[in-house]
């Protein structure tokens, strides 16, 4: 489909993009990309928006903080990952970040920092994590970012949450055969993994009791979160998602 | 099986484990029990060594940089992973500690870093990355560690490898949906992940010709090296390993 080789660099940009489009740059997009990258007027760079595929488009105008994009050609479609949500408890900073990423890359469709009993940190930097998912849409020549959500309580998630999306629950107490996910239900589903300390025995009980929570097992080792929620969406997405 | 409640400290030693049985410490594992976490006589302490399961050890003696260790009571029996290796290519610092200690959570029985044509590095920590999978042992109780090899070519590892063991070749370039693994056969297996530029085109005419390899897919999207360790790890041990 596509006549121009691919712009090996990406930028995820708000504006809609099509052919003969001009999309102006942030300041720091601009910055990065003449300044840091030495691109100019002329060249060709990769640009993704979350619903209208990557175009390639050419450098019109290149000054320090501003620059003028024209879209030339749509390189790939627009990829959206399947109707997967990724529930996590932020663990330390690296292995959040690290979720976060993984997430991305893997093709979750919405991410959710959840506040629970044993979870460590209080806050999360929102914008911050934001930026991961960005980042990783941006490396692994995704055409979508999943929105980051802000921190809430698992309590005031759970309450408000819309039964027609089930809920699969890496429960850390179910150490054994692992679940085989292709006997479960097609449709919305969301990815819940708790902290290293994992759920009170309260958070178990809620969860046991709730009808759209279905609790799985990983495997007969104990694994850190972040194992956890890479496993998880990865054994969702070949039993269900878009890997199949 | 055991009546005292499970120490929380972890320690993996190269000594016979057993009842009554006294167990001499190295001088960082003193240093680390008595100077950092301030254990003394009387305090339990688990012992593992990879083949008698985990052992809860009373200390006998504690000195700076020495200490003794008896033996009480075995409190988990040994597991060992399934008949699976992860070859993969070094790529930056931080992702390759990360996917040693994936490997070693996840239940890989061996670690083989090789060079590729477009790895980076041409030489690797062997003991900081034996590190790194005895740590993950020791924090998500593991009694096992996988051994981590030194640094091999590709080509060399190849030229010398048992037919008998089949290789499945995470293929970046097979980009769709994901293989049905519980298809292939049992028996003993390795993952092969490439760097993140991929293989060259030699290296792939020469995966595809030998016949033991098995190309495989890990879905739509493009993962990153460390990311796809994880996924194709978790796909094997669900299909054909012990998360079955």
Known sequence: MS??????????????????????????????????????????????NGRDGEWTAEVAEAAKKRGILVCLEQAA???????????????KKERTDFIVEKAAELGCARICPVQTEFTNSGRIRQ???????????????????????????LSKLLAGWDAGRRILWADEALVGAAETLADLPPGPWAILIGPEGGFSEAERAKLRALPFVTPIS?????????????AAVTLWQSALGDWR
Chains 1, 2 share one sequence.
Do not use: N
Not at 7 to 36: M, T, W
Not at 129 to 149: K, S
Not at 218 to 230: C, K, Q, S
């Open 3 to 48: 006549a121009l080789p691919r712009a090996k660099i990406r930028l995820c940009v708000e504006h809609p993009l099509g052919a003969g489009q001009a999309v102006s740059l942030s300041p720091d997009q601009a910055h990065y990309l003449f300044g840091v990258m030495r691109k100019g007027v002329g060249d060709h760079i990769a640009l993704f």
């Open 77 to 91: 479609p627009q990829q959206m990952p399947p109707d997967l949500w990724l529930i996590f408890a932020p663990i």
């Open 127 to 153: 914008d911050r994590l934001q930026a991961h998912a960005l980042e990783a849409a941006e490396q692994c020549l995704g055409t979508f970012v999943p929105p980051v959500d802000d921190l809430v309580p």
């Open 218 to 230: 990983l495997g007969p080792r104990i694994l850190r979160a972040d194992t956890a929620a890479v």
